[in-house]
């Protein structure tokens, strides 16, 4: 079985608009700039999918199974990887907030 669970933050204020205009635009402005931290990441991985002519996926094979010896740009290129699906992940969980509940 697959429950989603769900959390509920209750707030109390004697200005209710106001709070959920704030959340609002606070979690407006961090999907913008996770979105920009996105496109950057994508690019820097771009870059050395051009300069090793590898796919990113094709490259974590690789150092994975200790086929390629250590530089500092493939430290680089995997913390690229990393930052990419870290990025995607808190895109996706503020995309899918439900803020018209608040």
């Known amino acids: 079985m697959n429950a989603k669970i769900t959390n509920i933050i209750k707030l109390r204020s ?10 609002q635009s606070d979690f407006a402005k961090r999907l913008q700039s996770l979105e920009l931290g ?3 990441t994508q690019t820097r991985l771009e870059q050395f ?6 796919s990113t996926e094709t ?4 150092f994975t ?8 740009d493939f430290d680089e290129w995997l913390g690229e990887a990393w930052m990419l699906a870290k990025l ?10 439900d803020l018209n509940q608040i």
């Open 38 to 40: 996105l496109q950057k």
């Open 14 to 23: 004697n200005h209710p608009e106001l709070i959920k205009e704030m959340i």
């Open 59 to 62: 490259f974590i094979n690789l």
């Open 65 to 72: 199974s200790d086929q390629l010896q250590h530089r500092l």
């Open 88 to 97: 995607q992940q808190k895109i996706a969980i503020v995309e899918n907030e």
């Open 49 to 54: 999918e051009a300069k090793y002519q590898w």
